[in-house]
């Protein structure tokens, strides 16, 4: 761990087509010392949005997956500590409260772990397999990095010991049907675009096993049930995505657009 970092804070966020949810968003920043948010050329009105705020940096870059658009924010901030939001992610006043104090009191953790609330529309969901969700949100930049083999589900390779924040982070993860449904093709996607660069083969049992277990599993053993219709909802569209995942690792293995690793 560097000892000699600032405290001060680089809130950081990507987008693409976020006007309904970037305003609020970037208007609850006022702790932070620098706000960079990184487009991937959206065709709505959150370019327009973002530069209404003086204090946003905002910078457009072709996305290639999510990893590297987030290294690439990443490597933009000016200050050592980072918190990276999504659009749709709110921090609770008592969650900015223990940012800004533990930023400016930590001497040896990296990286700190969220917990996160998700919100089917303005109801939270309980269970449906978010019930212990956990992701990294603030970390000091010389001590992590974006796995770079991940397209797709983020993982954050730290150097250094890993704290928890106590409050949770809002995540209004469900606004509509067909926008999560959308967001879910699109993950499961780039998750076979993944797999083929791993030179992994599809399979026709697991096309068909890996979305009925993930369903089952969330469902049932995670108690997705108790979150009524929209659990069901939920772990239709995330068993969808994975359902998703195979059909496109065939459709790029017919094709070979990728080139797989050998």
């Given at each position: ?181 959308e967001k879910t093709i699109r993950y499961g996607k780039l998750k076979a675009q993944e797999k083929f660069l791993k030179n992994q083969k599809p399979s026709f049992l697991l096309r068909f096993l890996h979305p009925a277990y993930n369903f089952m599993f969330n469902y049932i053993a ?41």
């Amino acid at each position: 761990m560097n000892h000699n970092s600032n405290t001060e804070i680089s809130v950081l966020i990507i987008t693409l087509n976020e006007e309904n949810q970037i305003r609020e968003l970037l208007a609850d920043l006022d702790f932070a010392d620098e706000i960079i948010v990184v487009d991937s050329f959206s065709t709505d009105q959150t370019a327009a949005i973002c530069r209404s705020f003086k204090k946003v940096t905002f910078i457009q870059h072709k996305f290639e997956n999510y990893s590297s658009q987030r290294n690439f924010a990443v490597a933009q901030a000016r200050n050592d500590w980072v918190l990276f939001l999504d659009a749709d992610e709110r921090l609770t006043p008592d969650l900015k409260k223990e940012v800004i104090t533990t930023v400016k009191n930590n001497e040896t953790i990296a990286a700190f772990l969220f917990q996160r609330t998700f919100m089917f529309q303005e109801q939270v969901l309980h269970f449906s397999g978010n019930q212990t969700d956990k992701i990294f949100r603030l970390f000091n930049k010389n001590n992590a990095e974006y796995s770079k083999d991940r397209l797709v589900h983020e993982k954050l390779k730290v150097q250094g010991n890993v704290g928890i924040l106590k409050n949770k982070l809002i995540h209004y993860s469900y606004s509509s049907y067909d926008g999560y449904k959308e967001k879910t093709i699109r993950y499961g996607k780039l998750k076979a675009q993944e797999k083929f660069l791993k030179n992994q083969k599809p399979s026709f049992l697991l096309r068909f096993l890996h979305p009925a277990y993930n369903f089952m599993f969330n469902y049932i053993a995670r108690l997705g049930f108790l979150d009524a219709k929209k659990g069901l909802i939920i772990c239709y569209l995330n068993a969808n995505s994975v359902y998703i995942r195979y059909q496109e690792l065939e459709v790029l293995w017919n094709k070979k657009s990728l080139s797989p690793k050998q």
